[in-house]
């Protein structure tokens, strides 16, 4: 058994652990990463092509902090590895006007709207006419109504990862994947990291394990964490320009009740393999390690049949490819960003419920100031870990 000192060692490398990892290395810390699959991959939460971002974040306003500086990390990495990680291809999220279209605080059109409104980001509400004559594609109901914000897009999310590690790994970061971290000690004097393989040691350790973040929670706080099986699908268009990002945007649909929620992602003509289809749901949990990963005969009809045909114009029933991807989820659905109960030596981030990968460049750095400064820059006290035990 081998055993070296680094500054940091972050384990996970996915969204959130990549970004830390490539914050780490540009300050020069040496710095280990460490992840049991080799990232960007499909066993996590950061899969599938594309990832929602938008800058009025109807979540909550502790939120933009986050986005308005990944959007500039964003820039910083394009120009940098020269490759595209943002399409601006607006965002529209559609909700009754006679019921409220319910996701996290509340009516998530109205308080996206409301957050425009206050921090001076351009919007437009739609009316059911309006979207009808400026997205044809679209089938709104008479009563819909929509929030459109012309400078969300989507993120790719696999490059995203990959533009992090590769310039982690130029600036001198060590990176090992396909090794499962098994569990770490905390010392007066440092963390070991113990893996299948080999054991480490460090100043400072980030745990960023996404849907396996309860394996390194003390006991007492692994109650307020579940995980939920999602499906990504992706079916074939009748005429694939026409959700070009140029011409189409992303669209979050908030039906009258928990089932009824369902997204539509534009489609760059880079590879990807169709159009992208989404739904959430929120009634059943399961373990990262025993999910299923196969996408059944019955869900893929489910989401053409009962969510996509009454709502969009222009997919054929034909599905060309779906995956399985998790949701770590908090009880309140807001993130996980704090230091370990017992040490500042160790912090911990469970930044998902569903809504982290537009936040997950500036997370990586207030991951790395926590650990190497021991204070960052955002208020993230809404993010502690404290609440979760509540929930045991
Ligand atoms: C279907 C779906 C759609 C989404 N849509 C959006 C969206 O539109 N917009 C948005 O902002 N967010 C969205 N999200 C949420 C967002 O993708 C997540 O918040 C984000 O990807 C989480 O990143 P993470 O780093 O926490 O997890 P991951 O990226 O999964 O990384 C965790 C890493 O830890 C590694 N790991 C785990 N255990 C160990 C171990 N024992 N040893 C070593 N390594 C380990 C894993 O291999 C993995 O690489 C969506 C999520 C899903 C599932």
Not at 74 to 100: N, P
Not at 136 to 165: F, H, K, N, T, W
Not at 255 to 279: C, I, N, Q, R, Y
């Amino acid at each position: 058994m081998t055993e070296k000192h680094y500054d940091l060692i972050v384990v996970g490398l996915g969204a959130m652990g990549s970004a830390a990892l490539y914050q780490a290395s540009k300050r020069g810390a040496s710095a280990l990463g460490i992840d049991r699959f080799a990232p960007p991959h499909t066993m996590g939460s950061s899969h599938g092509d594309t990832r929602i971002t938008r800058n009025a974040i109807g979540e909550g306003e502790n939120y933009l902090p986050f986005v308005k500086r990944s959007n500039e990390i964003w820039r910083e990495l394009e120009a940098a590895t020269g490759g595209r990680l943002f399409h601006q291809s607006g965002g529209l999220i559609i909700g009754g006007e006679d019921a409220v279209a319910f996701h996290y605080q509340g009516d998530f059109v109205d308080e996206s709207a409301r957050i425009a409104e206050k921090f001076g980001i351009a919007y437009e509400i739609l009316s059911a006419d309006e979207l009808l004559r400026r997205f044809p594609l679209l089938l709104p109901r008479d009563s819909d109504r929509a929030y459109y914000e012309p400078g969300a897009g989507v993120l790719r999310p696999e490059r995203c990862i990959d533009a992090q590690l590769e310039l982690a790994r130029q600036n001198g970061a060590t990176i090992h994947t396909g090794e499962r971290v098994t569990g770490y000690d905390i010392s007066a004097s440092g963390v070991t990291v113990v893996s299948e393989t080999s054991s480490y040691r460090a100043d400072k350790l980030i745990i960023a394990t996404g849907a396996w973040i309860a394996d390194f929670l003390p006991e007492t706080h692994r109650g307020g964490i579940r995980v939920n099986r999602q499906l990504i699908h992706w079916f074939e268009a009748e005429d694939r320009r026409l959700f070009h990002p140029d011409r189409f945007p992303f669209v979050i649909w908030i039906g009258d009740t928990l089932e009824d929620f369902w997204s539509v992602f534009p489609a760059p003509d880079d590879g990807m393999a169709g159009v992208k289809l989404v739904t959430e749901q929120y009634h059943t949990s399961t373990a990262a390690d025993d999910v299923s990963r196969v996408v059944t005969a019955e869900e893929a009809d489910d989401m053409y049949r009962r969510l996509t045909v009454p709502r969009l114009k222009g997919l054929r029933e034909k599905q060309l490819e779906a995956e399985v991807c998790l949701y770590t989820l908090t009880s309140d659905e807001h993130f996980v960003i704090d230091f370990h109960p017992g040490s500042e030596r160790v912090v911990l981030a469970s930044p998902c419920s569903g809504h982290g990968f537009k936040h997950s460049a500036a997370i990586g750095e207030t991951l790395m100031q926590l650990a190497l400064d021991a204070g960052c820059e955002f208020d993230i006290s809404a993010f502690n870990l404290g609440r979760l035990s509540e929930y045991v």
